[in-house]
């Protein structure tokens, strides 16, 4: 199942949720979640609805409903629903999950649980008339409730809207989202530069497309890997690939921005993709000139718990770095932590620094 922008724009109409992180591709853009979103609201509705075919008898009494992720467009989801519990999950990850507490062989006032869950979507799309979204919703059903709208900032981008109908009361708790750093680099073409080659691993990273456009900037010629990700189980596929690349190629600068999602406390694939391809890739290009920028973390000088695997995963790399790289060709940067896409939280701000740090240390590799 997915939905596409012609839903968006149908639930927006609907819902009168004119937010246009969900029905705006190019608005989209100036924030790091980068592409447009499905409402929160359509999918509980569309939770719900399956979830009451299968348990036709159960009458609603509390629902929790927990966004750990946005649901992008065009992205295939899954709804699994248990007697108290419905999952929305998208690429193995659970995205929404909702929690339920029920009675039986009671009738649901599911005309007025649909209107509050549409009021509570045009109010926080709304708000500011800046990009939101939802984090939490809690609903009661509760007879007689006074219809009433309440909204509070609790702090800094995060408010708290308390809303309420005939049947349904409800609190949810929603972020107004950040836009981007904006960076812009004027034209310094410069001659020397002109036949300088350069290759970016991981083009969808923010710090490659950052790198990419100071480069572009200075007159060097950029290109990106063409393969954007590398899995485990086509590694053998991959390992050809990329021995065939180099062998037609030649580039004076390697930038190596492959990097899984950082969640904290998650043990994601950093092993696999900071040595295990770093390592058929330096193979490749070792008996030459090649340079190459590889970027490491602060992290590692003071320490996280809550970044363990991360932090493990690239002290593994620089220790195989430095006893291998017998020529000096790769450049071992500790960033700080920067603020791009994989440090976006859900609570609507950026942990770290902006990217233009970055700037300073590619011209000191590049020097």
């Known amino acids: 199942m997915k939905l596409k922008l012609k839903d968006n724009l149908n639930f927006s109409k609907l819902s009168k949720d004119r937010n ?122 509760k007879k007689n409730c006074k219809a009433k709208k309440n909204l509070l900032k609790v702090k800094k981008n995060i408010y708290k809207l308390t809303l309420s109908n005939r049947f349904y009361q409800s609190e949810t708790l929603f972020v107004k989202l950040v836009e981007r750093e904006k960076i812009k680099f004027l034209s310094k073409r410069k001659f020397k530069n002109k036949n300088k080659r350069v290759l970016i691993f991981g083009k969808n990273s923010d710090l490659a497309r950052y790198t990419a456009s100071y480069l572009d900037s200075l007159g060097y010629k950029i290109e990106f890997y063409p393969n954007y990700y590398f899995e485990k189980k086509n590694i053998r596929k991959d390992k050809i690939l990329i021995e065939n690349f180099f062998k037609k190629n030649f580039f004076n600068y390697i930038f190596y921005y492959i990097s899984p999602k950082i969640e904290t406390y998650k043990k994601k694939n950093y092993n696999f993709l900071y040595l295990k391809i770093f390592k058929i890739i330096y193979n490749q290009i070792k008996n030459s000139n090649t340079k190459i920028f590889y970027p490491s973390t602060n992290f590692i000088n003071i320490g996280n718990d809550a970044f363990n695997y991360y932090i493990d995963a690239k002290k593994k790399a620089e220790k195989w770095i430095i006893k291998n790289d017998k020529k000096s060709l790769i450049k071992i940067y500790r960033l700080p932590q920067i603020k791009t896409s994989q440090t976006y939280n859900l609570l609507g701000f950026f942990d770290g620094l902006n990217i233009s740090v970055l700037k300073s240390k590619v011209k000191s590799f590049l020097n």
Not at 39 to 50: E, R, Y
Not at 91 to 98: D, G
């Open 20 to 141: 246009k992180i969900h029905i705006d591709e190019n608005f989209a853009k100036n924030y790091f979640i980068k592409k447009t979103i499905s409402h929160g609201a359509n999918l509980v509705l569309k939770m719900i609805s399956l979830y009451l075919r299968k348990y036709t008898k159960n009458q609603l009494q509390k629902i929790e409903v927990r966004f750990m992720r946005p649901t992008f467009t065009n992205q295939e989801f899954n709804i699994i629903a248990t007697k108290n519990k419905i999952f929305l999950n998208s690429n193995k990850e659970n995205n929404i999950k909702i929690t339920l507490k029920t009675k039986s062989n009671l009738s649901n006032k599911l005309y007025f649980l649909k209107k509050l869950i549409l009021e509570i979507s045009k109010t926080v799309g709304n708000h500011q008339k800046k990009p939101s979204l939802i984090l939490t919703t809690n609903i009661l059903n």
